[in-house]
């Protein structure tokens, strides 16, 4: 059994990104929140009553803000104090009395944007609305925590807390029980969820108000939002997003982090431009500051806007770092997202809403093992989230008014998330079989059979690649029925660029493995050139695939392992050079490397992500420059043993390999040995004419 425990602080802060009345409960579940107060289960609203009141103003306040008791601070370019620039109203001073130009300037400082940590903002000043929602849905307070800061924290069994002692725990009608300070409520045979009621020091920065963070890119944020649904949400779809604008639009239930990643990660979908000098510009560096300082204060005590702002922040390359994974990760055990909650007693969108974080976070931990070189914190043996399935997005994109995209777009972006989360699991296995200590080790103790060791592990991820690319639907492939690139790219087709990419670093990932275990005194030449020969083929498609891609592509949303994944590429390339037996082979290689360089110097106009592919290709071609040069084919030959057309020391399997060959010799021939199907790939090609990069 497994245990959750949720922390409502006495702070007036807000950690969800729901409404209070989005689905609210029946009027008979209402009437029985309302008479379930005993000693045993006391209301969180009633103990929390005070919230609503806040302290007296400083200074003259408009009328809006004397109305809301929240602080008042003039924007001085719009002629407005910055909350009612934020709710677009009109600025007015009739019950003050007094004229804005006595009004107190916003200081240019962070702690002058922010509310004192003991008054609440606007968000909450409505908190005197019953908590009848959350009260008759108790388990939904882990994903709608109402107006306060809330954390749910999952208990292992190997913690002090004996499980087996909530077995007899006298459980009221909502099957709850109160323990010390925390309300206990056990969600399904597998878990129980706390609702802790004790106070949690709120620091400064948790004191950040939705409209200082509005400020920081006034008057774009309306555009941010539209822009964030248009291009992020559709292929990452992690937020409920009729519930979001609702909130958005109310200003309330609305966590600033989750605010503010929002905004980080969508800043450069919106062209600011010069037009107008009047209107200021977003302070970038000041939000993204500010929205990491709100993400690492919530942490100790995460929430599920913890995780949704987390796994947004990480979708910026430069904010992606392996240890920021890390937290993020352990973040989500805190809320048990690593379990199945399919026999939950929660709602269908909640149990959706889980399952999408699970799997988003999953991929991030998987493809941050990956871009850094770490070891990956999410394991099988402790991973039970069930497949996604269409129901897990029903509540994910809005259908009203609201939405900016049509129902095919709705259709793809799952198509997209869930073809991705499954390619994820083929890297996940690839990275467990020959990137682990432990796998290094035993190829290492395999000396000269290294590489066949290697080929009969690959056989399961061979197999799973190649399944997959020939399940994609046509709506998520870069070519039309006919082979050819697809002309008129619309949205939806320019985001499956990303997917692709992906698709092509996990080949390369697991012919890395295999390419460099050719490097052993002593390995079957003839082994060596069919092994090769398919890294060639897989160099050559992916070349191809960043070769194709329009300012369409390249301007859609990318995730933050897209730079790295242009970057295996080009390190691809160089290990293959470097490795070439032969002078030739190695011009080969270098002449499509400046090809590449060259495709990467063009596509950084539309994606500035590209520039950490074009640096790393150029850190790579200095450092080969110290491989001694290769001998060439006639001095090979000459010096070399004739050796038979197929050593009986090749394994069976290889010869399946070749059966298996999907034998289109492009993108989606993933046998170690398929590109031994192709023409572009027999023996002779390895004196292939050199080809220049375009000018």
Known sequence: MATVITIQPSSAGTSSPYPQNYHSPPDHLRRRTQTASTPLSPSPVSVHSTLARAPGRDGASCDACLRRKSRCAMNEMVNKCYSCDFH????????????????????????????????????????????????????????????????????????????????????????????????????????????????????DSQAVSLDAIESLVAPYGATLIEKFFDHVHPSFPILVEEAFRQSYRERRGLSPLLLAAVYVLTLKFVDVGTASQTVRRPDAARLESTAMKLLMDSFPFPSVSTIQAGLLLT??????????????????????????????????????????????????????????????????????????????????????????????????????????????????????????????????????????????????????????????????????????????????????????????????????????????????????????????????????????????????FWPASARTNFSLIGSFGMLLHISAPTKEEADFYRVRLCEYRWTLSVSHKNAEFMGFALESLDNATTLGKHVPTKPGIEELMANSKPVSRLPPTVPASYDEAVMDADGHGGAGSSSVISGLASPATSASDLEEQDVMPPL
């Open 88 to 203: 677009r109203q009109d600025c007015t001073f009739t019950l003050s009395g007094e004229a804005p130009s006595k009004k107190r300037k916003l200081d240019d400082s962070a702690q002058e944007q922010v509310e004192s940590a003991k008054r609440p903002s606007t968000v909450q000043s409505a908190v005197s609305v019953p908590d009848d929602a959350a009260r008759s849905h108790p388990i939904s307070n882990m994903i709608r925590p109402g107006f306060f800061n809330q954390s749910t924290q999952h208990i292992g069994l190997t913690t002090e807390l004996e499980p087996a002692l909530l077995d007899y725990l006298p459980l009221d009608e909502y099957g709850e029980c109160t323990v010390s300070t925390s309300r206990v409520r056990r969600c399904a045979d597998d878990g129980t969820f706390m609702r802790v009621v004790d106070a949690v020091p709120v620091g």
């Open 315 to 556: 979708q910026k390359s430069t904010l992606a770092t392996a240890s920021l994974n890390g937290q993020l990760v352990t973040a989500g055990f805190e809320l048990g997202l690593h379990q199945d909650c399919s026999d939950w007693r929660m709602e269908t969108w909640e149990k959706g809403l889980r399952k999408r974080l699970a799997w988003a976070l999953y991929m991030q931990d998987k493809w941050s093992a990956l871009v850094h070189g770490r070891p990956s914190h999410i394991f099988a043996f402790n991973w039970t989230v069930k497949d996604l399935v269409e129901q897990d997005f029903s509540d994910a994109f809005a259908s009203g008014t609201d939405s900016s995209h049509n129902e095919a777009d709705v259709g793809h972006g799952p198509l997209l998330f869930c073809h991705m989360v499954a390619l994820t699991t083929i890297l996940s296995d690839i990275l467990d079989r020959f990137y682990t200590l432990h796998a290094i080790q035993e190829f290492h103790a395999a000396g000269n059979h290294r590489t066949r060791m290697i080929l009969e592990k690959a056989k399961p991820a061979q197999i799973r690649l190649k399944d997959w690319f020939s399940n994609l639907p046509p709506s998520l492939k870069m070519e039309s029925s006919s082979g050819e690139l697809v002309e008129t790219i619309t949205d939806e087709h320019a985001r499956n660029g990303a997917l692709h990419l992906a698709y092509f670093a996990t080949e390369i990932t697991l012919h890395r493995c295999i390419v460099r275990s050719l490097s052993t005194s002593g390995t079957d030449s003839y082994l060596a050139h069919i092994c090769r020969s398919a890294a060639k083929t897989r160099l050559i498609s992916a070349m191809d695939f960043v070769n194709r891609l329009r300012p369409a592509h390249l301007q859609s």
